[in-house]
């Protein structure tokens, strides 16, 4: 290959890399221009961009307050449900050996998760320990004689518990058909099978209610959400429409002129995706203390807020508004935009 070949081949090759260059940087400028252009068009319908970046924080705030519900509600039920003990009574000074028999039986159900046994001797010393702040009935109790009565009289007892409190029919099938358990079980006490079954319902169904209402009011203000943005685009578009007609007779690219609406509505879309993890964030650390009080267990949610999830949390809050933001716009230019 002789020299004048060797340098028409580098002077191709810098040339297409000036291209290449000069086309990123074109592309870089183009950007730059509809980020710019469509943050004036942001300002230029301030009040407008104000009502839809509030409805669409309202939106993104009613559908994140739906998730935290239903997590918080959730956990609160199945942390109730894991506290449940099903408990047997057993006559007073029923022996080790029938308590451990009828431990056996109640592990074959297939619902059982574990069970627990103590003899009277046993249980007395958890009705102590239970009560060692009671000094008038400590002092009762210190009397041998006073013991002596308590311990034959205190029932043995089994306690389980169970993978599903909602099915406890094989559990109540053995208790009242075995034969062990008929002939030992106390005839003055029955066992405790409904224990926080009535919170545990009404936790259960405030978290429906809770997904299902947040659920309807998010469409709701979602469908409100779209519309007011889709009208922002819309005057937006109106009031540069010489613009836009220019822009279309000097040959300016479909990208350049539709941009800056896009980047309009997604602006709206990230303030209002930031604002909604800020007030949900600020919330949550307010109320956290108060619902631990009411035995409502928020330990998912502080754990959230308390991490790095946080900002994932952020994320797609803001990822949420801008999708929202750009569906609507794009609605808007497809109807409007000729």
Not at 245 to 260: E, N, S
Not at 261 to 275: H, T
Request: with cysteine.
């Amino acid at each position: 290959m002789d020299k004048k070949s060797i340098e028409t081949k580098r002077n191709t090759k810098s040339h297409l890399k000036t291209l290449t260059k000069n086309g990123k940087v074109k592309k870089l400028r183009t950007t730059r221009r509809v980020v710019k252009y469509g943050t004036a068009g942001f300002v230029r319908n301030i009040w407008l961009s104000i009502a839809a970046t509030i409805v669409m924080t309202i939106t993104l705030l009613i559908l994140s307050l739906t998730v935290v519900a239903n997590i918080v509600l959730s956990q609160t039920a199945d942390s109730l449900r894991d506290k449940i003990d099903i408990t047997i009574f057993f006559k007073p000074q029923t022996e080790d050996g029938i308590l451990t028999e009828a431990k056996s039986i109640m592990l074959n159900d297939s619902n059982v998760k574990s069970v627990e046994i103590a003899n009277s001797k046993e249980e007395y010393q958890r009705f102590l320990d239970e009560n060692t702040d009671n000094e008038k009935l400590m002092e009762v109790l210190n009397d041998e004689e006073m013991q002596e009565i308590m311990i034959n009289t205190m029932q043995s007892t089994m306690r389980i518990k169970v993978k599903d409190v909602d099915n406890l029919d094989s559990i109540k099938d053995i208790v009242k058909n075995n034969e062990l358990f008929k002939n030992n079980l106390d005839p003055e006490k029955e066992p405790s099978y409904d224990v926080n079954q009535t919170q545990i319902k009404t936790i259960t169904s405030w978290a429906n209610i809770a997904k299902n209402g947040g659920i309807i009011l998010g469409i709701v203000f979602l469908v409100i959400s779209i519309l007011i943005i889709f009208n922002t685009i819309r005057m937006s578009i109106f009031s540069r429409r010489e613009e836009i007609k220019m822009m279309k007779l000097v040959g300016a690219d479909r990208h350049f002129i539709r941009g800056p609406f896009l980047v309009e509505a997604r602006i709206c879309g990230m303030i209002s995706g930031f604002i909604a993890g800020t007030a949900g964030y600020v919330g949550m650390l307010f109320m956290t203390p108060k619902l631990t009080e009411y035995g409502i267990d928020v330990s998912v949610i502080t754990s959230i807020i308390k991490s790095e999830w946080i900002i994932a949390v952020y994320a797609a809050l803001i990822a949420l508004g801008m999708i929202i933001g750009t569906f609507s716009a794009k609605l808007a230019i497809r109807k409007y935009l000729h």
